[in-house]
């Protein structure tokens, strides 16, 4: 038996509800699909973004492998109308220049220079390292310093072991990084008797540092302290030096370019070059014209040549009758009056006497062995270089057809030949030698 009235009650209650469709429900489950999704993609693109921000502020995104040179054109039909054909259109366009990107090549340039000490096997040395390296090797460091600070370093180690030997301190002097003297560990204006016996220094030692220390206090701007040396030395330890050929031509340049650069500054009684030049020899005379300023050159060639005609050998009778023709005085002049203070004529004429040891060249004409003919040569080569170089007008043509036969005679002599006009065996060397 039914219920009847409770069966009315439910019809009522269907009959009053709206019942949701099936359209319905897959739309909702649509929409909380896509909106999951697009949660999912937005959470992805802000770590992909904040991905690629790291990586630009760690300098890690390689740069773009091609430059773009395209322009942003769009054709239009309204824009045809309006401003012309495309190419009018295209033409109105500025062009940016591409740069290239800088390639860092002090960067690449140090690596590579690492690879190589690396290959090698070369290794920077460090002044506790060089203390047991030999004379040499040692020297060969210092000229490689290029900051006082380890200059200084390496005086302070070799000082404090007992091994700041002279040539060692002379190449620290020589170095123009080394400016403040006053960092050493030792005055080296008042280097005391003690200090020489410990570094096993000798008295010639001690006055070819002094004759150094002279020429590094007045590069350093030192005329003080350079004078006071020149003035302490000269008379007491230079000069008696220089009259015994006890020191080498390059300690003696230095002190004669000192003393007659300085001598008007000096407190005591001084001379001038040509006072020297009569008092001392060949030699000395010599080294006092190197060092002598342009405006001396004149006077003191003439004199050389007057007062020590005599004792010449052929090359230095040639050298200075080249360097009194009145064509090298006329460029001399020339060169002064347009540098003011130097001449390139002079220069190489003065190098020409240091290269060639003119000051000791001894040539036994008659009897010349291997060593000395090679010498003689390159003399009379270089002598001639110097002429060729002159201006053509001006070439001193007597000297240099001197020259030449001087060296085809002693060819000859060396072939032991004996020329004769009808004599064809040594028409090539005269030919040659003529060609030169």
């Given at each position: 038996?039914?219920?009847?009235?409770?069966?009315?009650?439910?019809?009522?209650?269907?009959?009053?509800?709206?019942?949701?469709?099936?359209?319905?429900?897959?739309?909702?489950?649509?929409?909380?699909?896509?909106?999951?999704?697009?949660?999912?993609?937005?959470?992805?693109?802000?770590?992909?973004?904040?991905?690629?921000?790291?990586?630009?502020?760690?300098?890690?995104?390689?740069?773009?492998?091609?430059?773009?040179?395209?322009?942003?054109?769009?054709?239009?039909?309204?824009?045809?109308?309006?401003?012309?054909?495309?190419?009018?259109?295209?033409?109105?366009?500025?062009?940016?220049?591409?740069?290239?990107?800088?390639?860092?090549?002090?960067?690449?340039?140090?690596?590579?220079?690492?690879?190589?000490?690396?290959?090698?096997?070369?290794?920077?040395?460090?002044?506790?390292?060089?203390?047991?390296?030999?004379?040499?090797?040692?020297?060969?460091?210092?000229?490689?310093?290029?900051?006082?600070?380890?200059?200084?370093?390496?005086?302070?180690?070799?000082?404090?072991?007992?091994?700041?030997?002279?040539?060692?301190?002379?190449?620290?002097?020589?170095?123009?990084?080394?400016?403040?003297?006053?960092?050493?560990p030792v005055n080296v204006e008042s280097l005391g008797y003690d200090f020489m016996i410990r570094n096993k220094w000798s008295r010639i030692n001690y006055i070819q540092f002094n004759i150094v220390l002279m020429k590094k206090l007045r590069d350093c701007g030192e005329t003080s302290g350079m004078l006071r040396?020149?003035?302490?030395?000269f008379k007491l330890n230079y000069l008696p030096l220089i009259e015994n050929k006890t020191l080498g031509p390059f300690y003696e340049r230095i002190i004669w370019r000192m003393y007659f650069q300085y001598r008007d500054q000096l407190k005591q009684e001084t001379h001038d070059e040509l006072y020297f030049i009569?008092?001392?020899?060949?030699?000395?005379?010599?080294?006092?014209?190197?060092?002598?300023?342009?405006?001396?050159?004149?006077?003191?060639?003439?004199?050389?040549?007057?007062?020590?005609?005599?004792?010449?050998?052929?090359?230095?009778?040639?050298?200075?009758?080249?360097?009194?023709?009145?064509?090298?005085?006329?460029?001399?002049?020339?060169?002064?009056?347009?540098?003011?203070?130097?001449?390139?004529?002079?220069?190489?004429?003065?190098?020409?006497?240091?290269?060639?040891?003119?000051?000791?060249?001894?040539?036994?004409?008659?009897?010349?062995?291997?060593?000395?003919?090679?010498?003689?040569?390159?003399?009379?080569?270089?002598?001639?270089?110097?002429?060729?170089?002159?201006?053509?007008?001006?070439?001193?043509?007597?000297?240099?057809?001197?020259?030449?036969?001087?060296?085809?005679?002693?060819?000859?002599?060396?072939?032991?030949?004996?020329?004769?006009?009808?004599?064809?065996?040594?028409?090539?060397?005269?030919?040659?030698?003529?060609?030169?």
């Open positions: 038996m039914t219920n009847k009235p409770a069966e009315a009650a439910l019809l009522q209650i269907l009959k009053n509800t709206q019942v949701v469709n099936r359209p319905f429900f897959q739309f909702v489950r649509g929409v909380s699909n896509k909106t999951n999704k697009n949660d999912a993609l937005g959470h992805h693109e802000a770590d992909k973004n904040s991905n690629i921000l790291l990586a630009d502020a760690l300098n890690l995104i390689a740069p773009k492998s091609e430059v773009k040179n395209t322009y942003n054109y769009k054709p239009s039909i309204i824009n045809h109308l309006r401003k012309g054909s495309a190419q009018e259109q295209y033409d109105q366009y500025t062009r940016e220049t591409t740069q290239k990107q800088k390639t860092k090549v002090d960067h690449q340039m140090n690596h590579l220079m690492e690879d190589l000490r690396v290959l090698y096997g070369v290794k920077p040395r460090s002044n506790y390292d060089v203390v047991d390296l030999s004379l040499l090797e040692i020297k060969k460091h210092i000229r490689l310093l290029t900051k006082e600070s380890q200059i200084i370093d390496l005086i302070k180690v070799l000082y404090y072991q007992d091994k700041l030997l002279v040539g060692i301190l002379n190449e620290c002097m020589f170095n123009k990084h080394l400016r403040n003297l006053n960092e050493l040396n020149l003035e302490a030395n009569k008092k001392l020899d060949y030699k000395n005379a010599l080294m006092i014209w190197q060092t002598s300023p342009t405006s001396k050159h004149h006077q003191l060639s003439a004199f050389i040549s007057h007062h020590f005609h005599d004792k010449f050998n052929i090359l230095q009778r040639l050298f200075w009758r080249l360097c009194n023709h009145k064509s090298v005085q006329t460029i001399i002049e020339q060169d002064i009056q347009n540098n003011s203070s130097h001449s390139a004529l002079l220069i190489d004429l003065k190098k020409f006497t240091v290269k060639h040891r003119l000051h000791s060249i001894l040539f036994n004409l008659e009897n010349m062995d291997a060593k000395t003919r090679s010498q003689f040569y390159l003399s009379v080569n270089g002598m001639e270089s110097i002429i060729e170089l002159m201006n053509k007008d001006l070439q001193p043509h007597d000297i240099l057809k001197e020259l030449r036969q001087i060296r085809q005679d002693h060819v000859l002599k060396a072939l032991k030949l004996e020329p004769t006009p009808a004599d064809s065996s040594w028409s090539w060397v005269s030919s040659f030698m003529n060609s030169k």
